[in-house]
């Protein structure tokens, strides 16, 4: 590692096929990778963060190694061969379980393992050798924007000792208007103005750093609920925010829609995101 700190970074995995068919989001998170590693030097661990890891209480899934989980059906059987058998991180579920009882926040750790699909589509992009080990921390969906930003707070110490904190989810990500209508079967359909407008609002509320609007997203941000009926994918993003700090604004290194209304922007968060969007500039694309 340099001497700088890594950022932390949320991506949007949209659904389970884009391990199969990556789009540009999954050429983006393939650069992204290679980027992190030649800019900050290779992370010594990867704490992830996803929509589909959620307990009623912080989870951290402390196994020395861990799989695919393929939780979910109805789509391609393909997917149900693919793997990512990372290595575990027992020490660090340890260090992180400290930082958590420093931080007040009450949590659970078990020796358990597996990734969901929303660490290990991603992280085969990201790090396609699976030689980094991986510490999955799963979250409480019931909790505010505020509360999880308060989570990745807590983490802010990893990113100093070569830790890449990712949050994974969808920027936007409602399924009933994915799989409601045609756009299902058009991933390149035109973006719906709600989306467009949700994006928009957060982008610019991110650059201005305007934390109290962005916590309180469900009635300040346009269509907010039309893009979120449930927000646990929007959650990781407060995570990785969080760990970024309140300081710096956050960047957003990707943007891009699939099937029209399923965002899949990709941010960098703290005092080194600026210098990885320098490196990285946003594409508007899937």
Request: glycine share 8%; charged share 15%; net charge negative.
């Amino acid at each position: 590692m340099n001497s700088s700190s890594l950022p932390s970074v949320f991506v949007s995995h949209g659904s389970p096929m884009i391990a199969l068919n990556p789009g540009a989001a999954g050429a983006f998170m393939q650069r992204l990778g290679v980027q992190i590693t030649a800019q900050f030097g290779r992370p010594r661990a990867i704490l992830v963060v996803s929509a589909h890891s959620t307990a009623r209480r912080p989870v951290l899934l402390a196994a020395a190694q861990h799989q695919a989980v393929y939780d979910f059906g109805g789509f391609d059987a393909r997917l149900r061969t693919l793997r990512y058998d990372a290595h575990g991180d027992p020490a660090l579920a340890a260090q992180v379980a400290d930082l958590l009882t420093q931080a007040a926040l009450p949590h659970h750790v078990l020796p358990q393992g597996g990734l969901d699909h929303g660490a290990w589509t991603a992280l085969r992009y990201l790090f396609p050798a699976a030689d980094i080990p991986v510490l999955p921390l799963a979250f409480v969906p019931s909790q505010s924007p505020a509360q999880q930003f308060a989570l990745g707070e807590a983490l802010q110490p990893l990113r100093d000792d070569g830790v890449l904190v990712i949050g994974s989810g969808s920027i936007t990500h409602n399924l009933g208007r994915v799989f409601g209508g045609a756009a299902m079967t058009n991933e390149d359909a035109p973006e719906i103005p709600e989306s467009a407008a949700f994006r928009q609002w957060m982008v610019d509320r991110s650059t201005a750093r305007d934390w109290d609007a962005l916590f309180n997203y469900r009635t300040q941000a346009p269509f907010a609920v039309d893009m979120h009926p449930t927000d646990e994918h929007l959650l990781p993003w407060f995570v990785a925010a969080g760990a970024g700090g309140r300081a710096e604004p956050a960047h957003r290194l990707h943007s891009g829609v699939s099937m029209g209304c399923l965002g899949m922007d990709a941010y960098a968060f703290g005092e080194a995101a600026a210098d990885l969007l320098s490196t990285m500039p946003t594409k508007t694309s899937a």
